[in-house]
């Protein structure tokens, strides 16, 4: 099945950069997303990449994050930077085979597939 697993993630002071991993061997056609969790707070999506390369950003992330993959596809990325303390969360990679033409990051139910997380800590 399906295996996902994220790394990457630490602490690191306001306006600094991280570069989170996500291994996806097979799951080289999905659509993949990187979402976000913070306590007492709801999932909420990222940033995503099509099979065909087309991204999407959340507008609070867009212009400071950037989504990636090798070119094998079976590793995804998020570049980010600016960091600020409201991305403080844990960081989740996640997939879905069944996305087709999606122009916003398509919500938490609409994927199957999710790694275990990575935190990320961004302090004032």
């Known amino acids: 099945q399906v295996q996902l697993q994220e790394s990457g993630g630490g602490s690191v002071q306001s306006g600094g950069s991280l570069k989170l991993s996500c291994a996806a061997p097979n799951i080289h056609n999905a659509f993949r997303a990187w979402f976000r969790q913070a306590p007492g707070k709801e999932r909420e999506g990222v940033a995503a990449?099509?099979?065909?390369?087309?991204?999407i950003y959340a507008d609070s992330v867009k212009g400071r994050f950037t989504i990636s993959q090798d070119n094998a596809r079976d590793t995804l990325y998020l570049q980010m930077n600016s960091l600020k303390p409201e991305d403080t969360a844990m960081y989740y990679c996640?997939?879905?085979?069944?996305?087709?033409?999606?122009?916003?990051?398509?919500?938490?139910?609409?994927?199957?597939?999710w790694g275990g997380g990575t935190q990320v800590t961004v302090s004032s």
């Open positions: 990449i099509d099979s065909d390369g087309t991204t």
């Open positions: 996640a997939a879905d085979w069944l996305v087709v033409g999606a122009t916003a990051i398509p919500p938490v139910a609409d994927f199957d597939y």
